[in-house]
């Protein structure tokens, strides 16, 4: 019964989130469609829909990352054979964040920026490199955990066993 409040949880929190990014989109494509949207901002190159849908992806971002974090305790309890199985979802929520960031923000930096645009994408392939190192690392300090659990489905019969001690 506990797990199936926790799953109720996860799917709310999930929902939400979905029902509030969906709105965050209608919202992009409404400004797209007004007759100011193309009013430069700035400069030329830069109008005014493009600065309204950075300030909306920035929210959007925000939506996610906050979403991520509320789900944590969630998962780590659903997936309690995968230690810290929050905390993974935490990296590859901010993995997912930054690729769409990288994407969503381009409009309004790159005519800034006009000589150094491969710095942007280093500050975004450093970011992402590093959240994969953390998951990678992660995986490998959990490996024990999950390899127990995958062999306890295979042989339900076989009785778990600590470092060192035989099954018999």
């Known amino acids: 019964m506990v797990k199936k409040d926790l799953v109720i ?3 709310v929190e999930a929902l939400k989130t979905a029902i509030v990014l969906l709105t965050l989109l209608f919202i992009s494509r409404f400004i797209e469609s007004l007759p100011f949207s193309g009013l ?3 400069n030329s190159l830069i109008t ?9 992806s920035a929210a959007a971002i ?4 906050k979403a991520g974090l509320n789900a944590k305790v969630v998962v780590d ?9 929050g905390t993974l979802l935490n990296y590859l929520t901010g993995i997912i964040a930054l690729l769409f960031a ?3 923000f381009q409009t309004v930096v790159f005519p800034f920026i006009k000589e150094l645009e491969w710095a942007y994408q280093a500050l975004f392939l450093a970011g992402t490199l590093f959240l994969l190192a953390k998951v990678g690392i992660h995986i490998y300090g959990a490996s024990e955990s999950v390899s127990r659990f995958l062999i306890s489905i295979f042989h339900p019969h076989e009785v778990k066993a600590g470092p060192g001690i035989e099954n018999k």
């Open 9 to 11: 949880n996860l799917s």
């Open 62 to 65: 925000t939506v996610f990352i």
């Open 40 to 42: 430069p901002v700035f």
């Open 48 to 56: 005014a829909a493009d600065v309204l849908a950075a300030f909306i």
């Open 102 to 104: 990288y994407s969503a």
């Open 77 to 85: 309890e659903l997936l309690h054979w995968l230690p810290g199985a």
